[in-house]
């Protein structure tokens, strides 16, 4: 076959977009899947979600007096020692003013006796530092969690050792970690008698705590098209669901619970414009608050439109669908 000058270039042109198509495409794929593995437990959770948490663990302690028996992050539950090994890591990246993302470690023990001392006092930053990395590499290279930490003041106790560090977190002011604690533990409190566990049973049902009924979409999210689709959602979405850092990671999990991650409520919302015959997608940029905020495209005339499946929830204010609080630097993917 013979071709023309123009054609050849023509043709090179095209193998090498498509080449580079090729490599982008796959990039966004194995960046997703760092994020989320093949059984859609999270892989990497950010520090923030980690630190939220915290907030409601430190209520249930002051409320109950020792720690519940498991965290939920991103829609999926963590033991107690699971949980500790991300607020080590945490605080540890805080100290060393590392933003990025925490490696989940499964699988990690309960300690076989945990034990400590009455502490009382301060606990600097280089010490704070030293033991939170001493607690993360003991889980790593043990696979379960150390009956006590040791510090200037003592031996702390596997569970107060998990309350110390969600004391610094709470501490920890624009991403700067205190410059010093101070605890005060007994070794006889109640924190200390009761030893948090959790069988993890993987089932298809709703828990008897869910709160969940049918779907609370079933009949009313039909017919969308447009722009006065994409209102009817936000109407809708600001009626029904929330933003928690630390919700639901997933579609399922945001019908479930009502509430959602930026992952959860941009996957529920694009799920819902795809059902509707919309041409749509997910993308992710940075925001003031994280590197991997969420949120929808729908393609109108040609035309990407945002819709900000976060910020139109009371949560942000109940904004208008448009309004973003990210720049788009990657696409994840298309529906």
């Not at 997703?32 to 923030?48: K, T």
């Not at 948490?53 to 002051?62: C, E, G, L, N, P």
């Not at 569970?159 to 604690?181: A, G, H, V």
């Amino acid at each position: 076959m013979v071709y023309k000058r123009g054609e050849k270039i023509r043709m090179k042109n095209k193998a090498l977009l498509f080449a580079v198509a090729l490599v982008f495409l796959l990039s966004i794929s194995a960046s997703y899947a760092n994020d989320l593995g093949e059984d859609n437990r999270p892989r990497r959770l950010s520090q923030e979600d980690i630190s939220d948490v915290s907030v409601t663990v430190d209520k249930y302690v002051s409320k109950h007096g020792n720690l519940p028996n498991y965290v939920t992050i991103s829609d999926y539950n963590f033991s107690m020692p699971e949980y500790m090994y991300l607020l080590a890591k945490t605080v540890e990246n805080k100290y060393k003013r590392n933003n990025s993302l925490i490696a989940v470690k499964y699988n990690v023990k309960n300690p076989s006796n945990p034990s400590g001392d009455n502490i009382k006092g301060k606990i600097l930053a280089a010490d704070c530092y030293d033991y939170t990395e001493r607690v993360a590499n003991f889980i790593s290279k043990e696979g379960h969690a150390p009956n006590y930490v040791r510090t200037p003041l003592g031996h702390i106790q596997y569970q107060q050792t998990i309350y110390s560090f969600i004391k610094i977190l709470q501490e920890t002011k624009d991403n700067s970690p205190p410059k010093s604690i101070s605890l005060n533990f007994n070794k006889n409190s109640k924190i200390n008698k009761y030893m948090p566990r959790y069988s993890k049973i993987i089932t298809s049902k709703p828990s008897k705590n869910s709160t969940s009924k049918s779907p609370i979409t079933k009949g009313k999210l039909n017919n969308l098209s447009g722009t006065n689709g994409l209102l009817k959602l936000q109407k809708y979405m600001n009626r029904n669901f929330n933003h928690r850092s630390g919700g639901s990671h997933t579609a399922a999990g945001v019908e479930r619970t009502r509430t959602g991650d930026c992952w959860g409520l941009a996957e529920w919302a694009a799920k819902q414009l795809k059902a509707n015959g919309y041409n749509v997608r997910i993308v992710q940029g940075s925001s003031g608050a994280a590197s991997n905020h969420r949120w929808v495209q729908a393609n109108l005339d040609g035309k990407w439109i945002n819709f900000e499946s976060s910020l139109v929830t009371k949560r942000y204010g109940s904004k208008h669908y448009t309004k973003t609080c990210a720049r788009v630097n990657k696409i994840v993917r298309y529906l």
